[in-house]
């Protein structure tokens, strides 16, 4: 119902007005009545009424008076306008008030009726433009608070005039606070996938993007995080929670790269900033965020990549140790048994180093290692890369559980390696690797394999290079080092016996052979690697 307060000095008209409002059958009720102008301004105040029935003549001032009063306040409260005097004059005044009607005394029921219905009508229209005005807000303000978030976190404006609009926004409401964490979500599109996407039509492409963009916060609301996003660019998406722990940012960024890839079927690579106490201190957290994201192109897609393990490994990226560089040589090779003696003597180094020393060198070598899965075209990538190693290790607190997670984890490398080369090989030509690296001590290998194998020697050399991708001279040469080196790591075993196993007679000739394909003789290698 419609609340109409009735303003008029009169007793009987203001009577037989309420009576014509309970006859009307129109959806209004008279909430009060005035005598003069001071009570209808007073009851105006209280009460704020639908509308008002304004006689122009009062004993303390013009009804035209009180309603400019009113409309200094009030645009919208429709007013009509209740006067014994025809009067241009009052009639402009009324119309600049925009009143609805002006009625002549002695007003019949039919035009009482058909003004009260005019305001009903003034009331709907501004409510309609109202909730439309509300609609078209609520609708705008996702898109105010990204640019609000883009502000802060890129510094388009003063922190301070920043945070105090997201304040009055409720931004993050009273039960979110510290510590803040940003996420830089990359969809792999823009590089990896490029000449795919090239090949898409582009409202496909602007689809993903629009898609993408709901993942990302429908995700991390999944998680449990209190989080707001923002698009940086149509790949790349920023995520900023709240009240968040390190392990609860790690969840979001697990529950996005799922989402991503379910709905998108594609990867999304999500670096993650060091946790902040203040929101003054974001811009320098999306700063890490997104130089975290960036390594992607160097690590891998589909990582989860935290700043903290980014920043360990920088000092020294480009200084390996040697035996560090061993290890990763023979993780490339595949050679499991190198890598166990290798880790077994460089853990025991280690042990003895200050915890972020270790985990400098162990962040810097996962970092490498990651490099050799995503470069190499043979090795099947997504069951290694999915165990997010540098997640992992940004974890760890202590010396010893980082180098044994790295062990394990350059082991299960290396044995991945392994098996993805052979992968796809015949098993008959994998038994011909297998009699290659148990005969290396063999002359005449290629005519004795092809016996074993019920070959012509120059059938099974081609086919041997056309299943395999190396000739046999170049993988039983490739094999025999990799042996040998493996073999010299063992302080107990001669250069001689070494130089026997693997094949050669003559160990001076051996000395020679390994120092051409390793780039070091036999003993040079032992001072080194022992």
Known sequence: MYRLLIVDDEYHIREG?????????????????????????????????????????????????????????DQQTPLLFLTGYESMTYIRQAVSLQ???????????????????????RIAQWRRSEEEAIHRHRSLEPLYREHLLLDLLQQRRPAAEVIREMDG?????????????????????????????????????????????????????????????AA?????????????????????????????????????SIGISRPVQRMEQLPEAYEEAVQAAEHRGWVGYSQII????????????????????????????????AVHAILQEWSGQLAGLPVKQVKMIVTQLVLFVMRIVQSDASVG?????????????????????????????????????????????????????????EHLQEDGGLNRLAEYMNMSPKYLSARFKQVTGESFADYQTRVRFERARELLLDANRKVAEVAEVVGFTDT???????????????????????
């Not at 102008?37 to 639908?50: F, H, K, M, N, V």
């Not at 009607?101 to 029921?109: A, E, G, I, N």
């Open 99 to 121: 009143a609805v009607d002006y009625l002549l005394k002695p007003v019949t029921s039919e035009d009482f009726e058909a003004a009260l219905s005019r305001a009903e009508d």
């Open 508 to 530: 001076n000739y051996f000395s020679i052979a390994f120092k051409k394909h390793t780039g070091l003789t036999p003993t040079e290698f032992r001072k080194t690697f022992l």
């Open 306 to 337: 935290p700043y903290e393990s980014i920043q360990a490994a920088e000092p020294n990226s480009s200084q390996l140790l040697e035996k560090e560089l061993l290890m990763i040589t023979e993780i490339r090779a595949g050679n499991d048994a």
């Open 381 to 437: 990538q997504t069951s290694i890369q999915e165990q997010d190693p540098l997640l992992e290790l940004s974890r760890l607190r202590h010396g010893p559980e980082m180098i044994d997670y790295v062990s394990r984890y350059f082991v299960r490398v290396g044995r991945h390696v392994r098996e993805s080369r052979e992968k796809g090989i015949p098993r008959k030509f994998q038994r011909a690797k297998e009699w290659i690296r």
């Open 17 to 73: 007005l309420k009576l014509m409002v309970a006859e009307s059958g129109l959806s209004v009720e008279v909430s009060d009545v005035a005598e003069d102008g001071a009570t209808a301004l007073r009851l105006y105040t209280e009460q704020r009424p639908d509308m008002i029935l304004l006689d122009i003549n009062l004993p303390d001032m013009s009804g035209l008076d009180v309603a400019k009063i009113i409309r200094e306040k």
């Open 169 to 229: 926004l409720g931004f993050f409401g009273e039960t979110s606070g510290p510590p803040y964490t940003v996420l830089c979500c990359e969809l792999e599109e823009a590089s990896q996938q490029e000449a795919t996407a090239t090949s898409k039509p582009h409202g496909s492409m602007h689809k993903s993007s629009h898609v993408f963009a709901g993942l990302a916060g429908e995700a991390a609301a999944a998680a449990g995080a209190k989080a707001h996003g």
């Open 232 to 268: 940086v660019s149509r790949d790349r998406r920023v995520v900023l929670l709240a009240t968040a722990s390190c392990r609860a940012a790690e969840r979001t960024a697990q529950q996005i790269r799922q989402a991503v890839q379910e709905r998108l079927s594609q990867g999304v």
